[in-house]
């Protein structure tokens, strides 16, 4: 294990060469960050056979590390996989640049032409675990938008993700673009996390992309700003209105669609005078959902079994239910307020006032009127592929894709104005 | 002085009166909240007496304190400051409201009405330090955009914040919205301080207004995310091809018209090229300015005392001004990116092309051409009244008005659609 200060310097060598290389990108025109990418996909194809040899040997590390299955299962790669990776990475190329983009303009009555223009946020490290796709689709969404990036992959994938990158050096040095504008860490020492954390004034934003307790670590230690999704908590509300058949797909579709997806529902809040809670909860159990409700809920035909108080701030990500009735929008808004995790929150209604009132009052990320939660995706709101969704309240919330990796400069253009 | 729990008790029951004040506020009409800031304007100007009487229990006190003359000078208020701190309140009703704004709209291929929505930020944490009028610009701020709000002024100006927050507190409760969106924490305690940078989750933003120290300290302990400016290092650069006369007149604006603005230029550089080095900086010597260059420098004419290595990273905000000679464009540039701040930089010059090389490669929050730096300010952008200027890379860059005071959220409107 490195010492901390070590780690330190490792990353403040790292991320002055990602400074320079953020300096090249972000005036280095379209085309040719465009055109990296599109390199860098050939050469991942190119390379498929190295990245799944590579890739053989974190999972046989893996096996014998004794990793769950479910992690073995993050950490596989079969040709049909990096050929979606390096697809992934060439469609990024076909994005719309944000960098450049003009956000407003004005005239100034002394003249100064004032504009606004995107540019790119500069250095972004992303910190990840055990999927090496990630090394490809984080790298490829900073390089669009202008940036550099260093990434810090889990240890399982070192192997996977060294191949990975080097594919996508490959394809930046092909373009005329600086290797150091995709930087992986590496040492799989778990200081050098924490030297990232700390790399205030190098590294400008952290984005961490895994489960709950990386995430937690990320936020609680992070000196640099950080754009991280938490909790994906959300609720389908059904009101009285709501169309029964209408409610009964969103509900279904919310919930089993992919129940492991952070979009899913987690909690059914039905509107006590609903027509009929009952048939919403056995269509969820028919389809494999086990459903929780309080006390309260078991007067729906007693086909619930009680939940636990800790249940109303649970993720399941899973084929389980939490369900409760409420007494109208205004209980369901002050049970999401309560419970909620500001992710994504939808309501099935026919009546349009009430509707409004929800989508008004509802404070989450995302916000839907009769559509199911499972639309909380970047490509499903037409942004193509995401980093990430944020559930903080800053910069980007909900999808983040490359908009969100830009910020803005203020552009004045005079003819020798003073304020004298 | 109370114990840390006590503070972090204290804060987190402001806290959560603040979230619920954030609710009815952010979905007040406009007109509300506008009506909110007028009453407050009326109610300060009807208490100006009890004002300036509590002003002056603060003045004495800082005065048997010892403190400077300029604290003191920063802390008193007289008819006239709280008469223009009456009508700064009444300006900010005048503005334009973003909340609801929509920023984008969509229907997807499925038929979703997608749009995005400018909403409130939430609970707001102000920091600040002897200037008693930040407790009514902030706020005035804050809520015109629909935040609550949770001020934390100076110990010295205790007396005079308590008299302007109850006019503040007046005129949302003659508007019908809740006292609490407006809190001041009621002790002088420094934990009080700590516990709002510590209160995740129950402050969505901190802004600390004041020195450097200040600053440094909620940027280094803050949980919370931070919207700040530091240093303004700001830098006029004169090229080769710019008109002597013009650059005459920038220069002067820039560094000499008002000193102590985080706006003012600290370093001039000019183009080794440019026609008369020596005849700028005479110019800012008969201006009653200090000029200091390194060895170099002493090229112009020997009018320039040697710099110090440090005078490159200094913020003087007082007469003074450091001079470089430097290679053309690329060399001011670098000098830029080693020793700026990314506040404020300007180019004086007549050739286009060679402006607009340094306003794309220039990587501050605000870059002019052929203006002085003292236009950075929210109102000479046409923004209004500012909270500050942020020179972070985040959420909000150059002048934060109230557009950096809202956040955004994702509206859907379907008919029913699920992801199947």
Redesign the interface.
Known sequence: MLAPEASTTLIARMGARARGAA?VL??APDARRAEALRCAARALSKSSETILAANSIDVARGQDAGLSAAMLDRLRLDAARVKAIAAGVAAVADLVDPVGQVIDA?T?PNG?E?TRVR?P??VIGIIYESRPNVTADAAALCVRAGNAVILRGGTEAIESNRAIHAALVDGLMQAGLPADAVQLVPTTDRAAVGAMLAADGLI??IIPRGGKSLVARVQ?EA?V?VLAHLDGINHVFVHASA?PE?AR??V???KM?RTGICGAMETLLIDRDFVDPAMLVEALQQAGCEVRGDPIEASIGEIVKPADPADWDTEYLDAICSVALVDGVDAALAHI?RHGSGHTDAIVAADERV?EHF???C??????????T??ADGA???LGAEIGIAT????A???VALEGLT??????????????
């Not at 404070?363 to 199911?372: K, P």
């Not at 903080?392 to 910069?395: A, E, M, S, V």
């Not at 910020?407 to 004298?420: F, L």
């Open positions: 300096g972000a005036s004005a100034r100064l004032l540019v946020i500069g400008d934003l609680a000196r700003p169309d209408m797909r969103i279904l579709d919310a669609r307020a509707a989508l008004a009052r404070d989450s990320a995302i916000v839907l009127w009769n559509a199911s499972q639309f499903e709101f037409g903080g309240r800053l910069h919330r909900g999808p910020t803005y400069k203020w552009v004045g253009r005079g003819s020798g104005q003073v304020r004298g």
